[in-house]
């Protein structure tokens, strides 16, 4: 599909590529898809096994598996099934199931909300 996606309500998209300029739209259950190109004001979810390249602004990406973003994200959030990573108060910051469990500054200062294990299988 090559178009513009305007207000639009996509569910269940698969084996399909989608690229243009895509506003105010809601594209729920994508799996083997590619996204290319602007993503402005939308929300994105339950996404599994699929690239998202462009330019994504004040829109939502979540539910995220096997998924590979590329370009320049203009927004402050990233959201997963159970992660957030958050750009706040000049920190980012990654909370598990709403909680806060680390944080790093602009100038490196790392926080975390327990213990850090050098040397260790990840």
Do not use: W
Not at 96 to 120: E, L, P, V
Request: proline share 1%; no cysteine; glycine share 8%.
């Amino acid at each position: 599909m090559t178009t513009k996606v305007r207000s639009s309500t996509l569910v269940s998209v698969a084996n399909t590529q989608i690229s243009g300029l895509i506003t105010s739209a809601q594209i729920a259950t994508v799996a083997n898809t590619q996204i290319t190109g602007n993503i402005v004001s939308s929300q994105i979810t339950s996404v599994s096994n699929t690239q998202i390249t462009g330019l994504i602004t004040s829109s939502q990406i979540a539910n995220i598996s096997n998924t590979q973003i590329v370009g320049t994200v203009g927004s402050n959030s990233l959201n997963t099934t159970h992660y957030t990573i958050q750009e706040s108060g000049g920190k980012l910051v990654i909370q598990y199931n709403g909680s806060t469990i680390f944080s790093i500054d602009s100038t490196g200062n790392i926080i975390t909300a327990n213990n850090i294990t050098a040397a260790g299988t990840p």
